[in-house]
């Protein structure tokens, strides 16, 4: 690496999107310099969450961390005096659906107020680039499917999403406001799967929030069952239907925002999705098939704040950014097919590719979950 690095500020880069980007920077050749609260993050030796001293053993090299909170302002004045950076990553945030309804003005404190401290920061010290980690719940009930980034947004069902809404709005004024401002907003789907060497992967403090690592939980025998919230939607089999996308591929997605970034974009949305939906009880099938043992399951009311279906249409971003997930249907069967399975002899399968749903993130969360059956 040259002496001319870019420095990237990674906000909540403990956490596990922003580990698996730190990941990914580092593979690029930036110098990814990280603040985090440990919110969601664990402990680990020398100060450092275990989560990126983890990524220091994949990378071979130091990871630059400090503990820090984004509403802290003094704090953020000061790391910004200490550092030159050339952009910003901003994972920082409280992120549960449910416990977003239960505690709105906590979610709203956290993501608004820190979000402003640190674009007020970033101002301040000329920094004007940023990436920031928006979520489909800013489309609110979809009024139609596969969801573009020109689908209506704000209609949000709950506060975690309007929270995101509200700071891509924040995001759109400045850049309208000061010409010389950079922003990519990336609407994530359903992160899903790990790192392939199983060293970094979701790991939630308490009960999960999100299906694959409850399931994952289940499979290794952490939890006795799976509740699936609801089986009376529209949807083929009752459950939900989401758009899963392997968390490196979305780690990818944001080195291709950073060369974005680059062309004085402006302000630019695209979706990290991978265009194909599906339900709970396909992705229990899927965990199965990955980890050799059953899942059980019980169906208990709707959630709170939960759509029907969400599905991307992620076009928009292989045209601009040329990203495409990489981790679809075609590539996870053949990838590592499973023995028995109508995806062995060829791809894709005939009916609903039902056998095939995620071959590759179940298989990659399953090492991690194995590895780790009591994560960090």
Known sequence: QGAMAEKILVTGGAGYIGSHCVLELAEAGYVPVVIDNFHNAIRGADA????LRRVQQIVHQPILFQELDITNEA????LFSKHRFSAVMHFAGLKAVGESVQKPLEYYRVNLTGTIRLLETMKAHGVRNIVFSSSATVYGDPKYLPL???HPVGGCTNPYGKSKYFIEEMIRDLCKAERDWNAVLLRYFNPIGAHESGMIGEDPQGIPNNLMPYVAQVAVGRREFLSVFGNDYKTDDGTGVRDYIHVVDLA?????ALKKLKENCGCKIYNLGTGTGYSVLQMVQAMEKASGR????KITGRREGDVASCYANPALAERELGWKAAFG???MCKSIPFPGTPCAAGCPPPGPPLTAVLPVAGEDLWRWQLQNPTGF
């Open 48 to 51: 450092l969450p275990e989560s």
């Open 75 to 78: 704090a953020l004045q000061e």
């Open 148 to 150: 573009d980034e020109n």
């Open 252 to 256: 990818k997605g944001h080195i291709a």
């Open 294 to 297: 059953e899942i059980k399951y």
């Open 329 to 331: 249907l075609d590539k």
